[in-house]
Structures are given as C-alpha cells and as structure tokens.
C-alpha cells in the first residue's frame, strides 16, 4: 500500500523530530522532509509534491499564516495546523481555517511541547482525514465584513436553525450562513466541535461574517429571535421547555459539546417548527438526534459527499435515513429560507 507522503514544518528542532516520530509509528505514513519555516515549506511542497503538511504557526522568516497563503494560491494541498493555539492566538486560526487549513491539533503545552504524545492519535487521525480530503479542498470565499440584523423585538424564539459540525466547520457555517436570512421570530443554535479557548472567538467571526448576531452562549440565556448561539467548547448545550440555554457536563459523551444533545432537546422543545442541519466532521455524532428531529416532524438536512471535507457525521445521518435532504453546502442556505418560509405560511 502506498504511504501517506507528509512534510512536517516547525521552528523547533525537537517539535520536527517528535511529530515525524509520531507520524511514522503509524504503518501507513511516511515523513519525506522538514521543513524550520514556511519560506523553506514553500519551497519543499514545490519539490516534493507532499500528501499532507503539518504546519506551525509562529516562525521565523515565513510565519504558517503567509505560508499557508502562498501553499494554497501555487501548490493547495491538505494542511494540519499543529500549534501553541492560546486564547490569544485563536483569532489567527479561524482565519487559518477559513483560508483553507484543513483542521488544527493545539500542542499540549507551548511551542515546544516535551509532552506533544499526548496528542499523538490527533495528529496522526486528522493527518489521515485531511489525506482522505485532497480531492475535495475547499474553494476559498472572500470575506466582508457584515452589519448584522437588530431584531426590533426581543421575544422568544418561534422557530430553531440546529446546526451541528465539526471538521472543516468554521469555514463550511460562514459560507452557509452569510446567506441565510434573519427572522425576528427564528433562534440559530449552532454546536462546534472544537476546544474552549477557541469557541468566543468563531461566535465574534460569524457575528462579523454573516448578518445573525451570534452569542457565546451562556447557561440561563434566553434563545430570542432574530439571534444565533453558539455552544461554548467543553460544554453540552441543550434547550430548556422554558426556551433557555443549558450548559452541562455529561462524559457518556465522546464529543463536548455534542449535537447529540442539541438535536434531542430541539425535537422535544421546538419541533415541529425546526430545522435540523448535520454539516462535514468525522464520527456519527449529530446522526441519532437528527433522526429524532425528523420523527418529531422537523425538516432535516445532510451535507452532501461532494461538498463535505470529512463525510463522516452526514454520512452517518443518511445511513439511518435521518435526513429528509441530502444537499451541498452551497444548496443549504437556499434550503433552509425556503423551509423558513414554509414554516411562516403554515
């Protein structure tokens, strides 16, 4: 069987000669080369012709954000951003993500992580999906800024957008929902699978990027029309009957937060007057509430093979046939204004 071909890019030595060790514990990759900073990258991934890039953020020289530029305007290939990701830095990978990345590993401790094995199964998983993803790279979108929609009244929301995602996420929700339209009557609930440091800063890129003010959502909130919410990382976040925010620990969860539990709590609260959208990321999470929300009479929609980086969560959704339409990404937002429409009229 053909190996993985990777290049690893990282200012520290000893990060370089750890990941390569890690990648090349698994059977099916292989390391062809390093590289100390994106300048060298860009040279290497025009000699090379490399599967999969491994990619820090802060270098000299060349730091990821321009490497990453250039790589995916000349030579696009899958790259896995694997970097010291702070609170202060996520800013900077949300765009990475949306100039194309294809997902990111945080390093355990730093820039130079002496315990970076304890994400070793990430960076060999998320190296293995973004290989699996080559022939479906994202097309980049220009961003604008946008002035978001102020709901004149504040009431409960009538109807829910549920949203669930996970891989190839921040990039995929922008491009659907800068083009949904804001209803003074309809809630956005959006569950992300991504880490906590990382979630207030997508909730403030799709408040700049999309017309729907999105909060970070927080427990007790009320779900208004005309918002969108966004569960914070490392927390389930779930609908009350009284039409609030629940924010809870629960590990007989593999994801936090889950759609799982978003999805379950919408069927029971909102539906029939909901609609559930099960987006690109890997494993089954999402599918079985998706299933629940169609049974309970909800409109419910599955990213399509075509469009999806990873088809792994709407995969899952078809399989058990818990999706009434199976659409593109570039279909959804249409879909989802014509069943809003639909929901107003009835």
Same mark, same amino acid.
């Given at each position: 069987?053909?190996?993985?071909?990777?290049?690893?890019?990282?200012?520290?030595?000893?990060?370089?000669?750890?990941?390569? #060790?890690?990648?090349?514990? +698994?059977?099916?990759?292989?390391?062809?080369?390093?590289?100390?900073?994106?300048?060298?990258?860009?040279?290497?991934?025009?000699?090379?012709?490399?599967?999969?890039?491994?990619?820090?953020?802060?270098?000299?020289?060349?730091?990821?954000?321009?490497?990453?530029?250039?790589?995916?305007?000349?030579?696009?290939?899958?790259?896995?951003?694997?970097?010291?990701?702070?609170?202060?830095?996520?800013?900077?990978?949300?765009?990475?993500?949306?100039?194309?990345?294809?997902?990111?590993?945080?390093?355990?401790?730093?820039?130079?992580?002496? +315990?970076?094995?304890?994400? !070793?199964?990430?960076?060999?998983?998320?190296?293995?999906?973004?290989?699996?993803?080559?022939?479906?790279?994202?097309?980049?979108?220009?961003?604008?800024?946008?002035?978001?929609?102020?709901?004149?009244?504040?009431?409960?929301?009538?109807?829910?957008?549920?949203?669930?995602?996970?891989?190839?996420?921040?990039?995929?929700?922008?491009?659907?929902?800068?083009?949904?339209?804001?209803?003074?009557?309809?809630?956005?609930?959006?569950?992300?699978?991504?880490?906590?440091?990382?979630?207030?800063?997508? !909730?403030?890129?799709?408040?700049?990027?999309?017309?729907? #003010?999105?909060?970070?959502?927080?427990?007790?909130?009320?779900?208004?029309?005309?918002?969108?919410?966004?569960?914070?990382?490392?927390?389930?976040?779930?609908?009350?009957? +009284?039409?609030?925010?629940?924010?809870?620990?629960?590990?007989?969860?593999?994801?936090?937060?889950?759609?799982?539990?978003?999805?379950?709590?919408?069927?029971?609260?909102?539906?029939?007057?909901?609609?559930?959208?099960?987006?690109?990321?890997?494993?089954?999470?999402?599918?079985?509430?998706?299933?629940?929300?169609?049974?309970?009479?909800?409109?419910?929609?599955?990213?399509?093979?075509?469009?999806?980086?990873?088809?792994?969560?709407?995969? !899952?959704?078809?399989?058990?046939?818990?999706?009434?339409?199976?659409?593109?990404?570039?279909?959804?937002?249409?879909?989802?204004?014509?069943?809003?429409?639909?929901?107003?009229?009835?």
């Amino acid at each position: 069987m053909e190996k993985i071909k990777v290049l690893v890019v990282d200012d520290s030595a000893f990060m370089r000669k750890a990941i390569r #060790e890690i990648l090349e514990g +698994d059977p099916s990759i292989k390391v062809i080369d390093t590289a100390r900073n994106g300048k060298e990258a860009v040279e290497k991934i025009k000699e090379l012709n490399p599967d999969v890039v491994t990619l820090d953020i802060n270098m000299p020289v060349m730091d990821g954000k321009e490497a990453l530029k250039i790589i995916m305007r000349e030579h696009p290939c899958p790259v896995v951003i694997v970097s010291s990701l702070t609170k202060e830095e996520a800013p900077i990978t949300m765009e990475l993500l949306d100039m194309g990345a294809f997902d990111y590993v945080p390093k355990p401790s730093g820039t130079i992580s002496l +315990d970076i094995h304890k994400v !070793a199964s990430d960076i060999i998983s998320k190296v293995k999906e973004a290989y699996k993803s080559r022939n479906r790279l994202r097309r980049i979108s220009l961003r604008t800024l946008r002035t978001n929609f102020k709901p004149s009244k504040r009431g409960l929301a009538k109807y829910a957008v549920a949203i669930g995602i996970s891989t190839g996420g921040p990039a995929t929700l922008i491009d659907i929902l800068q083009d949904c339209e804001v209803q003074e009557n309809t809630a956005y609930l959006v569950v992300q699978h991504m880490p906590p440091q990382f979630t207030p800063s997508l !909730a403030k890129r799709l408040s700049e990027y999309t017309p729907i #003010e999105f909060f970070h959502a927080a427990h007790g909130q009320s779900i208004l029309g005309g918002y969108g919410y966004l569960a914070p990382g490392g927390w389930h976040m779930k609908v009350t009957p +009284d039409k609030k925010i629940k924010l809870f620990k629960n590990d007989s969860y593999i994801y936090y937060p889950s759609v799982d539990v978003l999805f379950h709590s919408i069927a029971q609260v909102f539906c029939p007057n909901a609609i559930g959208v099960l987006l690109t990321g890997i494993g089954t999470d999402g599918a079985k509430g998706l299933l629940e929300m169609k049974k309970k009479g909800c409109i419910t929609i599955a990213e399509s093979e075509e469009t999806a980086v990873v088809y792994g969560m709407p995969a !899952a959704a078809k399989e058990i046939g818990a999706a009434k339409e199976i659409l593109p990404a570039y279909r959804i937002a249409f879909a989802i204004k014509k069943y809003l429409r639909s929901l107003n009229e009835g």
